[in-house]
Structures are given as C-alpha cells and as structure tokens.
C-alpha cells in the first residue's frame, strides 16, 4: 500500500520568512496530493490539492509543486505570519480510490 | 451548511464498557471515514466505506467496528475499549463524484479517553 513521509516534523520561522514542507510517496498509482492544516484544537481543513497532470499550484502565499518521477510533493508558504503556526498534513491517494494516506505531520511554528 | 457532525466531542470512559461515537454528514458524500490522531503518528485510517454497506478495513481496524446503514451516518463502536485506545478521532466525509470530488472534510473530532 501507500506510504507518504512527511519532514520536517517541526519547523520554526521567523515571521515574513518562508516555509518549506516535504513529502515523499511510494505508490506510482497515486494521483492526488492534498495538503491540511490543523490549528490547535481543531480538525484538519485542506488548504491546497494538486493532481498528478499539474507540477505547481499557488494560492496567494501558499503553493504546492510535484515531481512525479522521484514521487515526491512539497508546500512553499511565503512570507509566514503568526496565524501560520500549526500542523500541517500531506496525504497522497488516487481519484477514485478510497483511501488517503497521511504523512506524520509538520508542526510548523511563526515567530514574530 | 455543509458539515461532518460528531458527538460526543469529548468521553472518559473504563476498559471494557461498549461505547459508539456517531457520525453523520449532510452533504450526500459516497465516501466516510474514521482516523485517529496520535502525537507523531499523524491520522491513520481505522475504517472506511465508500457506499452504503460497504466497508473496509483501514491501517488500525482493530478493537473497533463500523456501520453504514444510511449514507449520511456512519458510526464507530467500540466494543470492549482498552486504555491503547485513548486517542482523538475523527471522522471524515467527501464526494467520489463531481468537480469537488475528493475534497475531504473532517468533524470537529471526538477526545476518547479509556481508564
């Protein structure tokens, strides 16, 4: 089955400073790579995906690039702020297939 | 609004007393799922369904047991729960179909501790 790595597991930054999360999958059948943000005492909620026929998406300060063939995905935030600060997932899965995998988790923290 | 709803939020419970955590989302999703979180494992998948009655085993199915009578609920039991069980859990919900397809939303998460 799929397995995704996640690192760092923490990562501290300096406010207006940028954040880089990596992952790594195993499963060449894998085609859709969300990434979730978990603040403290809350539920994960997505804030970006990519499928596997793009290599970059960017929303405002967040972005997301895929390199299918070394099977890896990374999330780029620029210039961090405070309400930065948590945990992030990334997860890779298929469309149309039920399970996504979570890596370990980043616990990302902004300083000001 | 669309949401996953979850109850309860929060349980002390002892070893061996039954216990079921509901789940139940209102967005028509094909697709429920149940995970729990645990400090440096991240959220492993115990169970999940991709219609009504059927179901299949996650990374962590065992001590727990699901349903999926209806499409909108699916809850977790707990038969005889163990202290390894203590843990956060959430359950998850999202469409097979459609432009939003695979866009996964969590319930706010139920805090399950087991003396």
């Known amino acids: 089955g799929e397995n995704v790595e996640q690192h760092p597991s923490t990562l501290s930054v300096q406010e207006g400073d940028s954040a880089v999360i990596k992952c790594t999958y195993s499963?060449?059948?894998?085609?859709?790579f969300p990434w979730y943000k978990q603040e403290l005492g809350k539920r994960p909620q997505l804030i970006i995906d990519i499928r596997s026929n793009v290599g970059e998406k960017k929303d405002q300060r967040i972005a997301v690039t895929l390199n299918k063939t070394a099977k890896h995905f990374s999330l780029h935030i620029t210039e961090t702020q405070p309400e930065d600060s948590a945990v992030y997932f990334c997860a890779a899965g298929t469309d149309s297939w039920g399970k996504l995998q979570f890596g370990a988790g980043t616990q990302v923290v902004v300083t000001p | 609004e669309a949401q996953v709803t979850q109850n309860p939020r929060y349980l002390i419970t002892v070893t061996g007393k039954k216990l079921t955590v509901t789940c139940s989302q209102n967005m028509n999703h094909e697709y429920m799922s149940w995970y729990r979180q645990d400090p440096g494992l991240g959220l492993r998948q115990i169970y999940y369904s991709m219609n009504v009655e059927v179901t299949d085993k996650g990374d962590v199915p065992e001590g727990y047991k699901v349903s999926r009578k209806e499409k909108r609920n699916f809850p977790l039991i707990l038969e005889s729960p163990s202290p390894n069980q203590t843990s956060l859990y959430f359950c998850a919900s999202r469409s097979l179909t459609g432009q939003a397809k695979n866009i996964q939303y969590f319930g706010a998460g139920t805090r399950l501790s087991v003396l």
């Open positions: 499963d060449s059948a894998s085609n859709y």
